[in-house]
């Protein structure tokens, strides 16, 4: 059953392994592998956490996640900023079940809208995953074009 203390396996600072898709949506089979960090936080008394996640792939780059446990509905919604943009990104919205987050939500990407879905695994392990996927087609088909692999700092 999720709860509030859904993400407390994240808090702390990690080393992240990045795999990432270079080109999304255009059918591309080039990836590139990266290093970064992240430190997470609980807020709000444990019912939203906070990251940052830096890298020296894209120097002087900071995004982070802002997440939040909505006590009505029992669901997460995932937010995204970065010092890129300076924006809130719309939101992925789910919850977790039988150790797997599923969180999907409406996005737009180079224009054009998108479904975007984060899945968290292996939440119970030392090396919990992270993945994000696009669909173009309103959630018919999937693209997944980001991996990061998390170990504790």
């Known amino acids: 059953m999720t709860s509030p203390n859904d993400f407390d396996f994240l808090h702390g600072a990690w080393q992240v392994q990045n795999h990432r898709l ?3 949506l255009q059918g591309s089979t080039e990836w590139e592998d990266f290093p ?11 019912v939203g ?12 780059y900071i995004g982070m996640s802002l997440r939040f446990f909505n006590l009505a509905t029992q669901q997460w919604s995932i937010y995204w900023a970065s010092n890129r943009t300076g924006v809130l990104e719309p939101p992925v919205v789910g919850s977790f079940s039988n150790g797997v987050g599923q969180f999907e939500g409406d996005d737009t990407f180079e224009g054009r809208p998108i479904r975007v879905v984060f899945t968290w695994s ?3 392990t030392p090396t919990p995953r992270w993945e994000q996927a696009f ?10 074009n980001w991996r ?3 170990s504790r700092a």
């Open 22 to 24: 270079v080109k999304r």
């Open 36 to 46: 970064a960090t992240s430190l997470c936080r609980p807020l709000l008394d444990g």
């Open 49 to 60: 956490n906070q990251d940052e996640f830096r890298t020296p792939h894209w120097p002087g």
């Open 122 to 124: 292996g939440i119970d």
């Open 135 to 144: 669909s173009a087609d309103g959630g018919l088909t999937w693209e997944m």
């Open 148 to 150: 990061m692999d998390f």
